[in-house]
């Protein structure tokens, strides 16, 4: 008997203009794993294209969160690739720039739309990162599946 555990995890990494002031696991909620799977029997489901934050608090709910808590702002992905050094790793990456998103800022997720809705691939909640209204967030998202 083969026992193989296929796991999706990941964590991000926030920056501040520039320099890292968090770093955060996420959880790869239930739509996100339904969405992997479809993809693997080539259903037309868009990539993922979309990185949100918002100011929600409420804990992920791995089985129904399909939205963030409170959604603030949402950016195209400026990069989107597998990790040079690890197949396994898939790396997103979203900036925020000024006047995009500001405030107390404590939840992100990845979707695959750009603009609104679509489905969340993953969610995290954080201790609270002041974005102000100049300031620039980039987030750098690492998915694993191991």
């Known amino acids: 008997m083969i026992n193989d555990n296929f796991k999706i995890t990941g964590a991000l990494s926030i920056a501040l203009n520039g320099e890292v002031v968090k770093e955060v696991p996420n959880t790869v909620v239930l739509s996100g794993k339904e969405f992997v799977a479809s993809r693997m029997l080539g259903t037309t489901a868009s990539v993922m294209s979309g990185m949100a934050i918002g100011t929600g608090?409420?804990?992920?709910?791995?089985?129904?969160?399909?939205?963030?808590?409170t959604e603030d702002d949402r950016q195209t992905l400026t990069s989107s690739a597998i990790d040079a050094t690890d197949d396994n790793k898939v790396v997103y990456t979203a900036t925020f720039g000024a006047g995009d998103g500001s405030g107390a800022i404590t939840e992100a997720g990845i979707f695959n739309n750009d603009t609104s809705g679509g489905t969340m691939l993953c969610r995290t909640v954080f201790p609270v990162v002041n974005k102000g209204a100049n300031?620039?967030?980039?987030?750098?998202?690492?998915?694993t599946v191991s």
């Open 135 to 143: 300031d620039s967030m980039t987030i750098t998202w690492t998915i």
């Open 57 to 69: 608090s409420t804990a992920v709910d791995s089985a129904n969160d399909t939205t963030l808590g």
